[in-house]
């Protein structure tokens, strides 16, 4: 079974400038979570999305949104870059979205801002 | 609120030692416990999970993790370091539908 995988896995945006992430789940999961980890501040969650629908958000100002299709894929948006957003994001997916249920990471996209 | 913590920024074993990587948590309720390793430029692995029964959980690449509920406490152990072990490991509890992640263990074996 193929894994989560991200795209794209590397991007240089200007300050200003917006982007979009990419995040195809494994196969039959329906939650896709988003988390920035950066050396400063380590792993933090941005948003969860079950179903198309967004379950939970971070502690994240509102230039981070994201969304959830029909068949599970996921994007993240960041509008209005700022020289701090530069950071690894990450995708997980997993088959339920409570409880035990273990998260499976993507790669990641490295997003440099400058 | 949910929380993790890895006291220890970075281990050092000699190959061939066991290893521990400690974590410890504090939970409201039922604790839903999970370790990740991470390698350079890449996502993070899952390598083993606590839900519920024995106290000792045996995961992915010869890692196992001992929970202990009276010192709230979730240490990943291998009995054998390899060199190849050595990467960034993660602590995590499940705090509805998030992880909440601990600060990260650098893990150095040496040949």
């Known amino acids: 079974k193929a894994g989560v995988t991200q795209t794209p896995r590397y991007l240089i945006k200007t300050r200003g400038q917006q982007v979009t992430l990419s995040c195809s789940p494994i196969?039959?999961?329906?939650?896709v979570s988003w988390y920035q980890q950066t050396p400063g501040q380590g792993l933090q969650f941005l948003f969860e999305y079950f179903s198309e629908t967004q379950r939970n958000k971070g502690n994240f100002p509102g230039r981070f949104s994201g969304r959830q299709f029909s068949n599970s894929r996921s994007e993240m948006n960041v509008s209005t870059l700022e020289l701090g957003d530069s950071a690894l994001y990450l995708c997980?997916?997993?088959?339920?979205?409570?409880?035990?249920?273990?998260?499976?990471f993507g790669p990641g996209t490295r997003l440099t801002v400058t | 609120a949910q929380s993790v913590a890895q006291p220890e920024d970075q281990v050092n074993v000699a190959e061939g030692n066991p290893l521990t990587v400690k974590c410890t948590y504090s939970?409201?309720?039922?604790?839903?416990l999970f370790w990740y390793v991470q390698y350079p430029n890449r996502g993070l692995q899952f390598l083993l999970k606590y839900i519920t029964g024995d106290n000792l959980v045996k995961g992915s690449y010869g890692f196992e993790a001992e929970f202990n509920k009276s010192q709230t406490s979730f240490h990943l152990k291998k009995p054998s370091a390899l060199v190849s072990d050595s990467a960034l490991y993660f602590c995590a509890v499940r705090d509805h539908d998030k992880l909440i992640f601990g600060t990260g263990t650098r893990l150095q074996v040496f040949p």
């Open positions: 939970v409201s309720g039922n604790p839903y």
């Open positions: 196969s039959g999961h329906r939650s």
């Open positions: 997980a997916s997993s088959f339920g979205d409570r409880g035990g249920y273990e998260q499976y």
